[in-house]
């Protein structure tokens, strides 16, 4: 079982920042492709960015040059760094894992997922 958690969630203006953190205690993050969804109410869900075992990113085109996102494997911590925040970014944001080393850009490639953390700009 693979347990994926999501933190720092938060209401925020616009053109501020949040960081946002996704642990594990039973999935090891560094060896695997990991990413960020994100869903708003009424809308698909979406990607927002994924990095690979080799530390290579994707960005959505909606967040590129304003999201970064990176991990620590010696906390086994993934981040998702926000900065510039518009109210479109408004969503429950998802981490996601898979059990491959690179990324694709597709919501099925990733069969795991945490419970998701809301971000809010107004």
């Known amino acids: 079982h693979v347990q994926l958690v999501e933190s720092g969630g938060a209401s925020v203006q616009a053109g501020g920042s949040l960081r946002l953190s996704c642990s594990s205690s039973?999935?090891?993050?560094?060896?695997?492709?990991v990413g960020w969804f994100r869903q708003a109410p009424g809308k698909e869900r979406e990607g927002v960015a994924t990095?690979?075992?080799?530390?290579?990113?994707f960005y959505g085109d909606s967040v590129k040059g304003r999201f970064t996102v990176s991990k620590d494997t010696a906390k086994n911590t993934l981040y998702l760094q926000m900065t510039n925040l518009r109210p479109e970014d408004t969503a429950m944001y998802y981490c996601?894992?898979?059990?491959?080393?690179?990324?694709?850009?597709?919501?099925?490639?990733?069969?795991?997922w945490g419970q998701g953390t809301q971000v809010t700009v107004s």
């Open positions: 039973t999935y090891t993050i560094g060896p695997y492709c």
């Open positions: 990095i690979n075992s080799l530390n290579t990113t």
């Open positions: 996601a894992a898979t059990s491959y080393w690179d990324c694709r850009w597709y919501q099925s490639h990733f069969p795991y």
